[in-house]
């Protein structure tokens, strides 16, 4: 099935601790069906020194959020949307935004 989420989308949380943030999208996990947003579900991490010059400590950073609870930022109103498809006339699959119509990618 075709990506609905890519990386570098404009997504909103729609469910769970962090709803109502926007950011872009970093990193896409296929897989397990996450995404990594920047800025979105900050996560803690407890480090212990490498070698002579790195120091440990507590580093903040993204963790990953399930697909569903993110919808994609149509770039026409600035809104969330559900993302369609459309196969255009030299054969190309591109990503449409369901409410305005306007295409997502290029």
Known sequence: MAARIKKGDKVLVIS????????EVLRVIPKEDRAV???????????????MGQPGGIIEREAAVHMSNL?????ATDKPTKIGF???DGGKKIRVARKSGTAIDG
């Open 16 to 23: 769970g601790a962090s709803k109502g943030s926007r950011g």
């Open 37 to 51: 947003v920047q800025g979105v579900a900050m996560a803690k991490l407890h480090t212990k020194p490498k070698g």
């Open 71 to 75: 919808a994609v930022i149509d770039p």
């Open 86 to 88: 459309r196969v255009l």
